[in-house]
């Protein structure tokens, strides 16, 4: 017996769309064009249906007006070779026997503190599963559209393939797809939405970046003057989400973008570029400043639950990411949350070494409901995210 999926696009701002069936068995896929429906409206966790961009990109009709932000050539983006993202050797920082480990904590604590990115390198995790995970997914994005569609996302949900953050059908939209995993803990697995092709490389991944972000939030910890246990508790079967971006070429790239500006609802996040087209841009000093990859790395930036946590000490920052006009981009990105009975706010008794105790400056929120709010939300910067909903305004900010 083959088992039937639904697959739903948005073709224009009205939301109306062709609502195609696809039906799927081990001989054959059949595509039935149905009649002109009207799509539902987004609940809690989902997000709008739009388009697939791929197949937009592959098409000769041009880039749809929803994707396009002339705005985007008046940024001011940075040539300054000095304007680089802190670099972090991870050998280093773990080691209590030599002299140099707290000089690279003290790098750490800056750069958390005045970037909010930084790159590790000799942070444990083999060779061979960063490059068997990166051509597991080249190869995932590779695949007709049919087949990338077994994992669509279902109604209301943002775990599969689709994309995310679409809350309306006025928004400008992004240039790209993505698959989004629920990897850990194993229990909020949908092994149904898991391409059989990334199975092991993706569960052998998630594991070891995991240990990664828990070694990492144990030197934060002992910066922030707090017990590393403290803050690993509240990580202890914490959720880890991956996703997994396709940004196709686009003759207009410099008036698309990849992912709108934003900072990462998370804790912690772990990126590793997929291919050699660069693409990330972080804010800083109100310009745009490029990352430079560095390969072997992972891109590591403060999320916006650390920074609550922190009470402001450790910065989220507003990135973006951009597209090639003649080459894909492919990047992966690991989200690293607290457990979800967790509560998150400003950590009890933090004091640092440049930092006296201070008074809350953020709301605490279960975790559950932080994320419902973050989800409601689209990608429109920081200062109108979820962490300026949070914080707590003094009265000369008032």
Not at 186 to 205: F, T, V
Request: net charge neutral; hydrophobic share 35%.
């Amino acid at each position: 017996m083959s088992s039937r999926r639904s697959w739903t696009c948005a073709s224009s701002p009205s939301i109306r769309c062709q609502h195609y069936s696809w039906s799927f068995s081990s001989k054959e896929r059949v595509k039935k064009k149905k009649k002109e429906c009207v799509l539902p409206k987004m609940e809690v966790g989902g997000s709008l249906p739009v388009p697939n961009v791929q197949q937009l990109a592959s098409s000769s009709e041009g880039v749809p007006v929803r994707y396009i932000r002339p705005e985007l050539e008046l940024e001011r983006v940075s040539n300054d070779e000095y304007d680089r993202i802190p670099l972090i050797d991870m050998s280093k920082l773990n080691d209590n026997v030599r002299d140099d480990g707290d000089d690279e904590a003290a790098k750490l604590h800056s750069a958390c503190k005045d970037w909010g990115f930084f790159q590790v390198i000799n942070h444990g995790v083999a060779e061979e599963v960063i490059l068997k995970m990166k051509a597991d997914i080249q190869e995932f994005f590779s695949q007709p559209l049919e087949e990338k569609m077994e994992y669509a996302q279902l109604p209301n949900g943002i775990e599969g393939y689709g994309q995310a953050f679409v809350v309306s059908e006025e928004q400008k939209l992004d240039w790209g797809d993505m698959l989004y995993i629920n990897a850990q803990p194993i229990n909020r697995r949908n092994m149904r939405l898991w391409p059989s092709s990334l199975r092991a490389s993706l569960d052998q991944y998630s594991i070891e970046l995991e240990k990664v972000a828990r070694s990492l939030m144990t030197s934060m910890a002992k910066n922030l003057g707090v017990e590393p246990e403290k803050l690993l508790d509240l990580f202890k079967e914490g959720v880890q989400t991956v996703r997994m971006n396709y940004y196709p070429p686009c003759e207009q790239a410099s008036k698309v973008i990849g992912i709108a500006p934003h900072s990462d609802g998370s804790g912690l996040t772990l990126l590793n570029q997929v291919n050699e087209v660069q693409g990330l841009q972080i804010k800083k000093d109100g310009k745009w400043v490029p990352v430079d990859p560095i390969p072997g790395a992972f891109i590591v930036n403060v999320g916006d639950i650390i920074e609550i946590m922190s009470n402001g000490v450790y910065k989220s920052i507003e990135h973006r990411a951009l597209v090639n006009h003649k080459k894909e981009r492919l990047s992966i990105a690991a989200f690293h949350d607290p457990n979800v009975d967790a509560m998150i706010g400003p950590l009890p008794n933090l004091h640092t070494l440049d930092q006296e105790k201070q008074a809350p400056n953020y709301k605490s929120i279960s975790h559950q409901d932080f994320k419902k709010l973050g989800r409601k939300m689209k990608l429109d910067g920081k200062n109108k995210g979820l962490i300026q909903y949070l914080k707590i305004q003094t009265e000369k900010e008032q």
